[in-house]
């Protein structure tokens, strides 16, 4: 039996009969020709510096073979094959327009022998158990539709020794910050996202990072699911984190 979390009920359109998982594809469907400019404009560019430094995670136990789960646009996937040098790279989204986009800036950098993108679910991972040195997750847990199931499909599909490594919105403690960033997620990303994307899609972004279960919390997630070895790193005064943890 697996517990539930208040993120697992947050989904971009509540008027909507259709399921969280089904909503959020569609959702990234829609803003996937934005997806990166969006990411790299409302970020002022940090988001790379971000990446980077998860993957840092990883250089210590040199995966050969890496999966990256909600790939989305492939940032992370592309990445990985300049900072670590993996045989094999992976990466799996709902989306199939992120796919998309992905696959042209992969075969843009001549890397179609060394990442393979599909589609697939988080929560019922294709591949059988053990088959990766490492699984990263960046920005994609907080849409999972059912947060621990997702995360034992992730340990279920690490090898013995293998790596996770997640980057995930997390909210700023510090007095004054705090204000400044939830008047940021509240109003302004999401109506200058509206000039290029459907605002909603920015509103669930606030809705689901203020319900997700982050910090210590969300590393006993990790550890109730047979995770070892967890840490949790903030970034940028909080408004990021990476969770680490090994089997």
């Known amino acids: 039996m697996t517990n539930r979390y208040l993120h697992d009920t947050v989904v971009p359109d509540k008027a909507s009969a259709q399921s969280k998982k089904e909503q959020v594809a569609g959702m990234f469907d829609e803003i996937a020709h934005r997806y990166d400019f969006l990411n790299r404009f409302l970020s002022a560019g940090i988001d790379v510096r971000w990446r980077k430094k998860a993957l840092a995670y990883l250089k210590p136990i040199q995966p050969s073979t890496l999966l990256d789960v909600a790939t989305?646009?492939?940032?992370?996937?592309?990445?990985?094959?300049?900072?670590l040098q993996p045989q094999k790279i992976t990466g799996i989204d709902i989306s199939e327009k992120m796919l998309e986009a992905g696959r042209v800036k992969i075969k843009t950098l001549n890397l179609e022998s060394k990442i393979e993108l599909r589609k697939g679910d988080s929560e019922t991972i294709n591949f059988p158990d053990a088959s990766f040195d490492a699984v990263t997750v960046a920005f994609g847990v907080r849409n999972f539709e059912n947060l621990e199931q997702g995360i034992r499909e992730l340990y279920r599909v690490?090898?013995?020794?293998?790596?996770?490594?997640v980057l995930e919105f997390s909210k700023p403690k510090f007095p004054g910050i705090q204000q400044l960033y939830n008047l940021y997620m509240r109003f302004?990303?999401?109506?200058v996202a509206g000039v290029f994307a459907k605002k909603q899609a920015y509103q669930y972004l606030n809705d689901s990072i203020q319900a997700f279960p982050e910090g210590k919390q969300f590393t006993t997630v990790l550890n109730n699911t047979g995770f070892k070895n967890t840490t949790h790193k903030p970034l940028?005064?909080?408004?990021?984190?990476?969770?680490?943890?090994?089997?």
């Not at 646009?73 to 300049?82: C, F, H, K, L, S």
């Not at 690490?158 to 490594?165: A, M, Q």
């Not at 302004?188 to 109506?191: Q, S, T, V, Y």
């Open 72 to 83: 989305g646009t492939a940032d992370v996937a592309i990445m990985a094959a300049r900072e």
């Open 158 to 165: 690490l090898k013995p020794g293998g790596r996770l490594v």
């Open 188 to 191: 302004i990303a999401p109506g």
């Open 236 to 247: 940028t005064l909080g408004i990021c984190s990476i969770y680490c943890g090994d089997k």
